[in-house]
């Protein structure tokens, strides 16, 4: 009887290892197949923005026209920043004569206009030469050289390049208008007064 008993209790434990074996084979397939979905996917994602991008080997996407750009207006000067001025003293000088004429003379005041106050204060040191290069160029002119408005800006330009190669600067080429030249410590020259007697 007791050879009987013995087959019976054998099989049990190779059942249970063959169910066992069943269970890790089918995880495995699990994470196999959840795996490659999961790499699938990913390639699949890859592709869509690689596609975006123009690595594929796709014909480009037609670029939409290009779009003129709204103007704005941007003003010439820096409305933010003032600009800093350094007022001389009047200016009375004698005018140039020409034969059978009478003398005359003329009488200014001229206001500097500079960039910076830090220029502003560097200009007083350099006024005895600043104030004589202004007499000789207003002393050179005579009476027809003064009295319209075109022949006040010849003055002015004339000034705002003496003052400027004075620093040197070099004045502009023959046929390059003051305004493209490149700027000095004088920005500009300003007349507040003008009067010819």
């Given at each position: 009887?007791?050879?009987?008993?013995?087959?019976?209790?054998?099989?049990?434990?190779?059942?249970?290892?063959?169910?066992?074996?069943?269970?890790i084979?089918?995880?495995a397939?699990l994470?196999?197949?959840?795996?490659?979905?999961?790499?699938?996917?990913?390639?699949?994602?890859k592709?869509?923005?690689?596609g975006?991008?123009?690595?594929?080997?796709?014909?480009?996407?037609?670029?939409?026209?290009?779009?003129?750009?709204?103007?704005?207006?941007?003003?010439?000067?820096?409305?933010?920043?003032?600009?800093?001025?350094?007022?001389?003293?009047?200016?009375t000088?004698?005018l140039?004569?020409?034969?059978?004429?009478?003398?005359?003379?003329?009488?200014?005041?001229?206001?500097?206009r500079?960039?910076?106050q830090?220029?502003a204060?560097?200009?007083?040191?350099?006024?005895?030469?600043?104030?004589?290069?202004?007499?000789l160029?207003l002393?050179?002119k005579?009476?027809?050289?003064?009295?319209?408005?075109?022949?006040?800006?010849?003055?002015?330009?004339?000034?705002?390049?003496?003052?400027?190669t004075?620093?040197?600067?070099?004045?502009p080429?023959?046929?390059?208008?003051?305004?493209q030249?490149?700027?000095?410590?004088?920005?500009?020259?300003?007349?507040?007064?003008f009067?010819?007697?």
């Amino acid at each position: 009887m007791a050879a009987a008993e013995t087959p019976v209790s054998a099989p049990a434990p190779a059942k249970r290892s063959s169910k066992l074996l069943l269970i890790i084979l089918l995880v495995a397939v699990l994470i196999l197949i959840l795996t490659v979905m999961g790499v699938g996917a990913l390639l699949l994602m890859k592709k869509g923005t690689a596609g975006n991008t123009g690595t594929s080997h796709e014909a480009p996407a037609v670029p939409p026209p290009p779009v003129a750009p709204v103007p704005t207006y941007t003003p010439a000067v820096d409305l933010s920043k003032p600009p800093i001025f350094v007022q001389l003293d009047p200016f009375t000088v004698n005018l140039r004569a020409r034969e059978n004429e009478d003398n005359h003379y003329l009488q200014t005041d001229i206001s500097l206009r500079v960039n910076d106050q830090k220029t502003a204060e560097a200009l007083k040191g350099w006024m005895p030469e600043i104030r004589n290069r202004i007499n000789l160029i207003l002393t050179s002119k005579t009476l027809q050289d003064v009295q319209d408005d075109m022949s006040h800006e010849t003055v002015q330009s004339e000034i705002l390049r003496g003052l400027n190669t004075m620093f040197g600067v070099p004045p502009p080429p023959p046929g390059i208008p003051e305004t493209q030249a490149p700027l000095g410590p004088v920005q500009g020259v300003l007349f507040i007064s003008f009067i010819v007697q």
